[in-house]
């Protein structure tokens, strides 16, 4: 016979991680990590609304979970660094399924080192590093946070209940070792490198994440932060290699490897937590 005791707790944490019928924002929702922080929104029973720049892109990504896990799905086009365009997605997602519950700040320019690439040439090191850029990469990954944070977590605050979750990075903890950005043949000055936006960004975002953490918590708004290591995809593989030697478990994250971290704090099992960040990185920041 089971202990009752033993499955009423089992049944207990369950329902915490349930999502069922609650709505979740994702910013850069048709990126990679933006589709598999909705894809483990809706393996718990939510509905992930992808919000993205390229709406064309976040409607087939949103049709494409809502086919795979036989849930609903909602893909937008969405300017995050415009505030109506925000407010015009808020108004649509609550037509919708009359209610936000939850908003992941996951959007942010990120130059890639893929296999071949020469994108991250001598313009990303600081000394050349162009105002348009920083102004961009800010506008995106930390004014962009701001304004969404903003307008969805006041809608969030009236209902007295709702979680917001940043995308910060290991780099926000450490600074970038830029000898793994480095390309034979270069002189110094042309050299690669890991864009200073990066970590400004990254880091500003930890400091958004325990200001509204105590600003809105008599509100029922819940604000963490998650810090994952990079994601192991098409880059080239000697930067692959370079990276792993830093990380004590010896490799990037697999692109799955972060959704039960989202499923942790988006739902009731991570209700206790708020103001803080959740370290994901292989144990790259112990060294």
């Given at each position: 016979?089971?202990?009752?005791?033993?499955t009423?707790?089992?049944?207990?944490?369950r329902?915490?991680?349930d999502?069922?019928?609650?709505?979740?924002?994702?910013?850069?929702?048709?990126?990679?990590?933006?589709?598999?922080?909705?894809?483990?929104?809706?393996?718990?029973?939510?509905i992930?609304?992808l919000?993205?720049?390229?709406?064309?892109?976040?409607?087939?990504?949103?049709?494409?979970?809502?086919?795979?896990w036989?849930?609903?799905?909602?893909?937008?086009?969405?300017?995050?660094?415009?505030?109506?365009?925000?407010?015009?997605a808020?108004?649509?997602?609550?037509?919708?399924?009359?209610?936000?519950?939850?908003?992941?700040?996951?959007?942010?320019?990120?130059?890639?080192?893929?296999?071949?690439?020469?994108?991250?040439s001598h313009?990303?090191?600081?000394?050349?590093?162009?105002?348009?850029?920083?102004?961009?990469?800010?506008?995106?990954?930390?004014?962009?946070?701001?304004?969404?944070?903003?307008?969805?977590?006041r809608?969030?605050?009236?209902?007295?209940?709702?979680?917001i979750?940043?995308?910060?990075?290991?780099?926000?903890?450490i600074?970038?070792?830029?000898?793994?950005?480095r390309?034979?043949?270069?002189?110094?000055?042309?050299?690669?490198c890991?864009?200073?936006?990066?970590?400004?960004?990254?880091?500003?975002?930890?400091?958004?994440?325990?200001?509204?953490?105590?600003?809105?918590?008599?509100?029922?708004?819940?604000?963490n932060a998650?810090?994952?290591?990079?994601?192991?995809?098409?880059?080239?593989?000697?930067?692959?290699?370079?990276?792993?030697n830093?990380?004590?478990?010896?490799?990037?994250?697999?692109?799955?490897?972060?959704?039960?971290a989202?499923?942790?704090?988006?739902?009731?099992?991570?209700?206790?937590?708020?103001?803080?960040?959740?370290?994901?990185?292989?144990?790259r920041?112990?060294?």
């Amino acid at each position: 016979m089971k202990n009752p005791s033993k499955t009423a707790g089992l049944a207990s944490v369950r329902r915490r991680f349930d999502m069922t019928g609650r709505t979740v924002l994702i910013t850069g929702g048709a990126g990679l990590l933006g589709t598999k922080h909705a894809e483990a929104v809706a393996e718990l029973g939510g509905i992930p609304v992808l919000l993205d720049l390229q709406g064309d892109a976040a409607v087939q990504r949103a049709e494409a979970i809502a086919r795979a896990w036989r849930c609903k799905s909602l893909g937008l086009p969405c300017d995050i660094r415009r505030p109506e365009s925000i407010t015009e997605a808020l108004e649509k997602v609550l037509a919708a399924f009359g209610r936000v519950d939850a908003l992941i700040n996951n959007a942010a320019n990120n130059p890639k080192v893929e296999s071949g690439s020469t994108s991250a040439s001598h313009w990303s090191r600081f000394e050349h590093f162009p105002l348009t850029a920083w102004e961009e990469d800010l506008a995106v990954g930390l004014t962009g946070a701001f304004l969404c944070s903003q307008i969805v977590g006041r809608e969030m605050a009236k209902r007295g209940r709702g979680v917001i979750l940043n995308i910060a990075s290991d780099l926000a903890l450490i600074g970038p070792d830029q000898r793994i950005y480095r390309k034979p043949g270069l002189p110094d000055e042309q050299q690669p490198c890991k864009p200073v936006t990066y970590s400004v960004v990254k880091s500003g975002l930890i400091g958004l994440t325990r200001y509204l953490a105590t600003y809105w918590a008599a509100n029922g708004v819940r604000v963490n932060a998650i810090c994952p290591g990079g994601v192991q995809t098409t880059q080239d593989p000697d930067f692959v290699q370079r990276l792993a030697n830093l990380i004590p478990l010896g490799r990037m994250a697999e692109p799955d490897e972060y959704k039960a971290a989202i499923a942790f704090l988006v739902s009731d099992a991570s209700s206790y937590m708020t103001g803080s960040v959740l370290v994901i990185d292989g144990g790259r920041t112990c060294w």
